[in-house]
């Protein structure tokens, strides 16, 4: 019998990912997406393509109706996590209502597990290296999401009996990243700054550190967890286990696109200073380790990207609070007022 599963932002970096495991693990792959921040081209082969947004209830309930599905893997975010501050509805309507719609079509569905996945901003600041027993503290409306859904899926198991799984990734990059956003990944926003000889930007002096995760150490454990009863219930921190400061990542990105084109810093912003987690309960239950170094997998990404070339990305319109934007953004930056 078919295993059928739901990749809601399957046309997006990580969510193409997942679909790639999933396929090679013999599901059927749908994929809901709406384009926002992903591409068609990313959709694997054999996946059907449903576009529309996980914040439209009658979109989302009309791709349940139409596939009966065993799996749901909810990866439509929009993960600007230091724009959200200034985004907050906006925010608030995708990752949360959207994710509420999708919670709710699982239930009404009766689908066996729903994964989840959440974010290390969940934890806030002063919390390194984060353990998923620490009491989750988030300082950004982004965090503040993640945790909220976290929260809502713990409910919804009491209420309704709803399996699912939580995975807190951190600092994911690796090829099919959207390069032209300015105001995510930094990996990528650094290459894609490098392709057109323009110097990389940094907020504030550039020691803050984070560990940053190849795609494929990610996407595997998401993908596999379904299969592991011991999974469900639980929340996970996945994802590189050497933090790396920002100045250092720059460096090492420069080596391996092969170029050096300066750095410029710019006025620090609101952000957590150190944020890495610990990733031994995954290993545990899961069997996880993470396995790409980061030197492997930038020389990997560099390559990907030298193929594709530069990216660009519209600005974001529709800034809902303009008191303390960042000078960087604030040009390139459409006010709703």
């Known amino acids: 019998m078919t295993t059928t599963s739901l990749v809601t932002g399957g046309a997006g970096f990580i969510g193409s990912h997942v679909a790639d495991e999933l396929l090679a693990l013999g599901h059927e792959v749908v994929v809901l997406d709406d384009l926002s921040g992903g591409f068609e081209q990313n959709v694997p082969s054999g996946v059907r393509l449903v576009r529309g947004s996980c914040a439209d209830a009658a979109v989302v309930e009309r791709a349940f109706r139409e596939h009966r599905f065993d799996y749901v893997f909810h990866l439509a ?64 409306p982004y965090g503040i999401a993640k945790y909220t859904v976290e929260l809502d899926l713990a409910a919804a198991r009491r209420m309704f009996g709803l399996n699912y799984i939580v995975f807190r990734l951190h600092n994911v990059y690796g090829e099919r990243q959207n390069t032209g956003d300015r105001y995510r990944n930094v990996i990528g926003i650094f290459m894609n700054q490098i392709l057109n000889d323009q110097p990389c930007t940094i907020f504030g002096n550039g020691e803050q550190t984070r560990a940053f995760s190849y795609i494929s150490d990610v996407a595997r454990p998401i993908a596999h967890a379904v299969n592991n009863p011991a999974a469900y219930g639980e929340v996970f921190n996945v994802g590189a286990e050497t933090p790396y400061s920002v100045l250092h990542l720059l460096a090492a990105v420069q080596q391996a696109m092969g170029k050096t084109t300066g750095v410029v810093h710019l006025e620090p912003r609101t952000e957590v200073v150190h944020a890495f987690s610990d990733h031994r309960k995954a290993e545990q239950i899961l069997g996880y380790r993470s396995s790409v170094p980061l030197e492997e997998g930038l020389a990997r990404m560099a390559g990907w990207v030298k193929r594709i070339g530069s990216r660009a990305s519209p600005a974001f319109t529709g800034i809902e609070v303009s008191k303390h934007l960042p000078s960087a953004w604030r040009n390139h930056l459409a006010s709703k007022e």
């Not at 985004?87 to 209502?97: A, C, D, G, K, L």
């Open 77 to 140: 975010a929009y993960a600007a996590e230091g724009l959200s501050h200034f985004i907050r509805r906006f925010n608030y309507t995708n990752n949360v209502i959207g994710t509420v719609n999708v919670v709710n079509a699982c239930v009404n569905h009766d689908v066996q597990c729903l994964v989840f996945t959440s974010s290390i901003a969940v934890y806030g600041p002063g919390q390194v290296p984060m353990v998923e027993t620490m009491r989750p503290e988030p300082e950004d």
